[in-house]
């Protein structure tokens, strides 16, 4: 039952970062805000690891901190962000589940995977949702949706790629990943953050939303969400992807006031059916795993 109230509360946060996206994407910028957002992380993770005595050997693993960093975080985040002077939360936190499946055909062409007809239902699905969010944010905001929504299936196609990516990358504990990865994807990106200023004064809205993207949302729930592996396993922690739309619609509705339409709803479905026969996880064995734990 804890493992349970812990996936809720995962998907909960990790439903809130578009949200708080959302807030300051525009004032601060992508990259600033993103670069904000990853330091807040990495110092948190940091003061974890002094109080639970866990040493970072970052210079052992540069270059595997620097490719993790860049394809779980640096990329993926600023491409959200981008996206997020755009797109509402809910669209953003739709398109963002669909990273199982990029992960899962990933697998195909980099790991030479067998391509099933479920596979390919799977596929079908996931996309044809897409295309249903796709095609009516198009007429609500303008074709010019279309570069923020290419941007959005991309960072949940580098999510894919950084999946890959650890079945082959150096042994290294979940928690070092997580924390050497942040300051990774810090230096990565302080570059860009330097080119790219803030575009209004820094207000206390702008501000809160930053402190919990980078504490809690990104930092705490990193956390949350290894500690879930180690008592689930993998496949079922990540199965918190069927449940973070849900989160990103609920909070974009109640503190955005964005509209949920039969858009939402239909693509929603598609999108986690489709992501469900690609990587034949179910709801139902989600639940039975976490109530189990």
């Not at 509360?9 to 708080?20: D, I, K, Q, T």
């Not at 996931?126 to 905001?141: D, P, Q, R, W």
């Not at 956390?223 to 909070?251: H, K, M, N, Q």
């Not at 034949?280 to 734990?293: D, E, I, M, P, Y």
Request: charged residues 10%.
């Amino acid at each position: 039952m804890a493992s349970l109230l812990s996936l809720f509360v995962l998907a909960a946060l990790w439903g809130s970062s578009f949200l708080f996206m959302r807030i300051a994407a525009n004032p601060m910028g992508p990259a600033l805000m993103i670069e904000a957002r990853i330091l807040l992380a990495a110092i948190t993770l940091l003061l974890i690891a002094l109080l639970l005595r866990k040493r970072l050997a970052f210079l052992s693993h540069p270059k595997h901190y620097l490719i993790l960093g860049l394809f779980s975080t640096a990329l993926p985040f600023v491409l959200i962000a981008y996206a997020a002077q755009t797109l509402n939360a809910s669209t953003l936190s739709i398109l963002n589940s669909t990273a199982p499946i990029w992960g899962a055909l990933i697998s195909v062409v980099w790991g030479g995977n067998r391509l099933t007809k479920k596979f390919m239902v799977g596929l079908g699905l996931g996309v044809l949702g897409v295309f249903v969010l796709v095609g009516k944010e198009a007429s609500l905001v303008g074709w010019d949706a279309a570069i923020p929504m290419l941007c959005s299936v991309s960072a949940a196609f580098c999510y894919g790629i950084a999946t890959n990516y650890t079945k082959i990358a150096p042994k290294v504990s979940s928690f070092n990943n997580a924390h050497g990865s942040m300051w990774g994807a810090s230096i990565l990106l302080l570059p860009l953050a330097i080119l790219m200023p803030a575009r209004e004064p820094m207000t206390l809205e702008v501000g809160f939303a930053v402190i919990m993207l980078g504490i809690f949302c990104t930092g705490l729930a990193y956390i949350l969400y290894f500690r879930l592996i180690d008592e689930i396993g993998a496949a079922s922690a990540l199965s918190v992807t069927f449940l973070v739309p849900v989160f990103g619609i609920l909070w974009g509705h109640l503190f955005l006031g964005e509209p949920v339409g039969w858009n939402t709803f239909i693509g929603t479905l598609l999108v986690l059916a489709g992501t469900s026969w690609v990587t034949g996880f179910s709801v139902t064995q989600l639940l039975k795993n976490a109530r189990a734990s």
